[in-house]
């Protein structure tokens, strides 16, 4: 089995290019910076930067949403490859094919430095009306905050 999940940050905006021919396809590149768990280090944080290439609606949708500094987890398959430059070297590739990606945190988390799970209310922030004061403030814990009342409207028991 073949199977990666990142979250991290983009190091850049994804550099978009597209196919040629009568069904152009998207391909966007871009860097995820991803933290280590643990150092040998000390206090140093440690990263890998990880190329990720995302083709088609996945391509268009990188090239839209995606900036420099992004929080994303990517899920995808690791592909490897090799060419030889221009020179004669032989050169081999590694890359995250993505198959389904998505924002780590909202607009509003991102916005400030760090990360701030505590602090920021959950919102629909893709697009339409979002009202923040209907929508429910986080708890000091991390938690969403379930409105009284609530029960009625679940779908289960």
Do not use: H, W
Request: aromatic share 10%; proline share 3%; glycine share 10%.
């Amino acid at each position: 089995m073949n199977k990666v999940i990142l979250m991290g940050r983009l190091t850049r905006d994804p550099e978009v290019r597209y196919t040629q021919g009568d069904n152009q396809m998207a391909i966007a590149r871009y860097t995820l910076a991803v933290d280590r768990r643990f150092n040998r280090s000390g206090d140093e944080n440690t990263a890998d930067f990880i190329p990720c290439v995302a083709f088609g609606k996945s391509g268009e949708f990188a090239e839209r949403y995606f900036r420099k500094g992004t929080k994303v987890v990517v899920t995808g398959r690791i592909q490897t490859g090799s060419y030889t430059n221009k020179d004669g070297v032989k050169v081999y590739t590694t890359d995250v094919v993505v198959e389904d990606q998505e924002f780590a945190e909202s607009k509003n988390s991102s916005s400030n430095s760090g990360d701030n799970y505590g602090n920021s209310s959950y919102g629909n922030n893709f697009g339409g009306s979002s009202s923040q004061s209907s929508a429910p403030m986080a708890a000091g814990d991390g938690f969403m905050n379930i409105p009284d009342g609530i029960d009625e409207e679940l779908p289960f028991n």
